[in-house]
């Protein structure tokens, strides 16, 4: 396809610090896939790149867009947050025995979840409403202590039978990267482009995890005006953040390819 200049700027530019402000139809994720395409024809190594993105079935476009593109080249790694974290701790055993397993963990069903949860309950004899052990807003200090018996509780039943939650994993692998923990420092030093798509869906975690990378160019790109994951903890305030920061070239996708006048 044939990219105008917004785009093109975006595809070439040698800054190590872009975000790309770019709505539905912008051609976003065209120009990202072009971008690591042109990064790795100028020598960058595919196994340096590391695109993230929010949902399993935006992931596997990418892929495939990026091999439809480079055909019969090496693939640069295209993963969700969560799959990205699964991915190395099913690979690396010295960030499972960091975070307390002695084998690849399994997902844990809701059904199973929510069985510990209630056996961490009547073990801890918690006493507190199940609301505020979800919302955790506005606690005593009695109360404050009830939930970190709890958690502690959760976290060792969830090893003693092998399981991690979604959320967890997310959670206690970007965790082991935000405190530079050493079993991670292979990974700081292997990843030095990484690019995140509808960056606006980054929840707090998220964003420390990649700060947490010190020597990495960024390529994050998204929409101010867009926020679906809110339900969930994420927040486009990171995003307006960057776009009223210094440090960062801003570059704004304007025209919607996707819609007509």
Known sequence: ??????????????????LC??????????????????????????????????????????????????????????????????SILCKDPDLR?????AEVPNIASDVQEKNIEERAMTQCKITISK???????????????QVDLYDKAVNRLMRAENLITF????????ELFVQDHPATKKYKDQYRYIATDEFQ???GIQIRFLNSFPNTNFYFCGDTLQAIYQFRGTSNEYIKALANSDGWEKIRLYTNYRSTN
């Open 167 to 174: 959320d967890k994993l997310n959670k206690d692998v970007s």
């Open 1 to 18: 396809m044939g990219f105008n200049k917004e785009q093109l700027q975006a595809i070439n530019s040698n800054s190590d610090r872009i």
């Open 21 to 86: 402000l770019a709505g539905a139809g912008s051609g976003k994720t065209a120009s990202l896939i072009e971008r690591i395409s042109r990064l790795v024809h100028d020598g960058v190594a595919p196994s340096s790149i590391l695109a993230l993105t929010f949902t399993n079935v935006a992931g596997a476009e990418m892929r495939e867009r990026y091999e439809k593109r480079n055909p019969g080249k090496e693939i640069p790694e295209f993963r969700t947050f969560h799959s990205f974290c699964y």
């Open 131 to 145: 609301e505020k052990l979800k919302n955790r807003e506005g606690l005593t200090k009695q109360e404050q202590f």
């Open 201 to 203: 869906d980054t929840d």
């Open 97 to 101: 025995t960091a975070l307390g397993y």
